[in-house]
């Protein structure tokens, strides 16, 4: 099961080097690198926050295990996400990178939430809990505002109009209704209707 974890954990960074070396990256190969790892980096964070829902809904225990590793990989297709913005576009340029933000303030939501997964990636070592004591619990609960986050920033990036329904709003909408669905049954409340169901069976 871990083989496979980390096979399709790769498999993204694979196919994105074969794309670029082969010039398969369409006519916009930035763009496509960037939307291509954006996308990457919310499927494994939806994917690692989906582990514990499932253990709540139907009692299975091995998806507890990927946690962790789902959210690194998480961390890890937002890091390249990021490089590509300010190292292959902007060549690590400060006087254009800091202007553009002027012009898509959505990344300053993308940025937070990478700061929220850099510090959950830092803390997520065997030793962190004992070491942060109850620090990290409280920590490690930022990643559902990690997960609000990249979808404001996802929404505000894909330029749709909620209002008048157009433009690009059903993906965003769609990874919204999963982070929605998979924070409701975290619930307390939702948690005990759950349990109370399963005793009755
Ligand atoms: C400083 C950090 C970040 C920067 C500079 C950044 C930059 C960008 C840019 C420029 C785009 C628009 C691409 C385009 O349509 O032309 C974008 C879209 C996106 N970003 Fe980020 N981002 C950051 C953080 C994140 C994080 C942490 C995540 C997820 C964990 C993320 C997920 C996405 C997604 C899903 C899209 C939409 C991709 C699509 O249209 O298919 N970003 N980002």
Redesign the pocket.
């Known amino acids: 099961m871990r083989f496979w974890l980390h096979f399709f954990g790769w498999l993204p960074f694979i196919i994105l080097i074969l794309q670029w070396q082969t010039d398969n990256l369409t006519v916009n190969p930035i763009?496509a690198a960037?939307?291509f790892t954006?996308?990457w980096?919310?499927i494994f964070?939806l994917l690692s926050l989906a582990c514990t829902p499932l253990y709540i809904l139907f009692k299975w225990r091995i998806p507890l295990k990927f946690r962790r590793p789902l959210g690194l990989y998480?961390f890890l297709y937002?890091s390249i996400?990021?490089l590509i913005?300010?190292w292959i576009d902007y060549g690590w340029d400060w006087e254009y990178i800091l202007p553009s933000l002027r012009e898509?303030p959505f990344?300053l939501a993308?940025?937070s939430?990478?700061f929220i997964?850099l510090l959950l990636a830092l803390t997520s070592f065997d030793f962190s809990p004992r070491w942060l004591g109850k620090a990290w619990k409280l920590l490690h609960r930022l990643v559902y505002l990690a997960g609000v986050l990249?979808i404001l920033?996802?929404a505000w990036?894909?330029k749709g109009d909620l209002l008048r329904l157009s433009g690009e709003i059903l993906r965003p909408f769609i990874a919204a209704l999963v982070l929605a669905v998979l924070l409701i049954i975290r619930i307390p409340h939702f948690r005990r209707w759950i349990q109370t169901l399963r005793s009755k069976e």
């Open positions: 763009q960037t939307r954006g996308d980096a919310l964070l998480a937002a996400h990021f913005y300010v898509k990344i993308g940025a939430a990478l997964l990249v920033h996802f990036a894909s």
